[in-house]
């Protein structure tokens, strides 16, 4: 049996968090081929893993990676883009597990991002990645994606996702 892209907590998931893993499985498992090429983050190899979420008071959802040598620039540091990417995706994640028909069940397109580098991220550094929904309205919805070392709880990368809503309303509307 092969290891799964993204390693769930050793621990029972709650409702809430099998939604947002059967949403990591969907994004970090794909397959590339010949046929379908896609910008991603390569799972396995950075050690990422699912470490908790919670739907209530506030959403959050958090994760645990490794600053792999090809996750870094030619500095030996988490790259920008790389970042900018982690924090793409993997605050849609919290979104996904919010989300209900026609409301970011298809998890919607990105509005704006937002990453604010404060302190790099040398290769080889655990880091947490802390995902939080701010807010999700009818069409708008804006999420924090923050990354700290895991060793230090230092604040290194904060960024801010907008998303839109691109689901049909619920009652088959446009």
């Given amino acids: 049996m092969t ?3 993204v390693l769930p907590p050793s621990r029972q998931l709650t409702e ?6 059967e949403y990591n499985l969907q994004i970090f498992s794909r397959k590339q081929d010949d046929k379908s090429q896609f910008w991603d983050i390569d799972a396995r190899r950075s050690n990422l893993r699912f470490e908790s979420a919670v739907s209530s008071p506030t959403p959050r959802a958090t994760y645990l990676l490794t600053a792999a040598p090809h996750l870094c620039n030619f500095m030996g540091n988490l790259h920008g883009g790389c970042a900018a990417t982690l924090v793409d995706l993997l605050t849609t994640s919290i979104l996904m597990g919010m989300s209900r028909p026609g409301r970011f069940a298809l998890g919607g397109v990105s509005r704006n991002l937002k990453v604010t580098f404060l302190r790099p991220v040398p290769q080889g550094t655990e880091i947490r990645l802390e995902c939080t929904l701010v807010h999700a309205g009818k069409r708008l919805a804006l999420l924090r994606g923050d ?3 895991a060793d230090t709880g230092d604040l290194c990368i904060a960024g801010e996702h907008e998303k839109a809503n691109t689901d049909p309303e619920a009652d088959g509307k446009l």
């Fill in 3 to 5: 290891r799964p892209a």
């Fill in 16 to 21: 809430f968090e099998e939604l947002i893993q």
């Fill in 147 to 149: 990354i700290y070392r």
